[in-house]
């Protein structure tokens, strides 16, 4: 198990960005599939970017194009580049791990509040 540390939230004007950090306290092994979540007011958290084997990255479609998962291993690292952001994507940002052999992300950080101003 890993202890999973977010930031880099905050309040930024739409059209704008912010870089997301998630510094894993364990090793972050080659395998294992790394993910940004967000969950928005009265919403079910949404899956937003995956990074897995290979460096293999998946997007919701609501940021596709926008935002971009990348991970630096040597620093067990995720980051997660948001650009031209909008209101809607005013949420809590959560780091989340999946070991190869699971089939559900089982650690979680504890999250950092992204608020988009329109």
């Known amino acids: 198990q890993v202890q999973l540390a977010e930031s880099g939230g905050g309040l930024v004007q739409a059209g704008g960005s912010l870089r997301l950090t998630c510094v894993a306290s364990?090793?972050?092994?080659?395998?294992?599939?790394m993910a940004w979540y967000r969950q928005a007011p009265g919403k079910q958290r949404e899956l937003v970017a995956t990074?897995?084997?290979?460096?293999?990255?998946k997007y919701a479609d609501s940021v596709q194009g926008r935002f971009t998962i990348s991970e630096d291993n040597a620093k067990n690292t995720v980051y997660l580049q948001m650009n031209s952001l909008k209101p809607e994507d005013t949420a809590v940002y959560y780091c989340?791990?999946?070991?190869?052999?699971?089939?559900?992300?089982?650690?979680w950080g504890q999250g950092t509040q992204v608020t988009v101003s329109s």
């Open positions: 989340a791990r999946r070991r190869s052999w699971s089939d559900r992300y089982g650690d």
């Open positions: 364990g090793s972050i092994f080659s395998l294992d599939v």
């Open positions: 990074i897995g084997t290979g460096g293999s990255t």
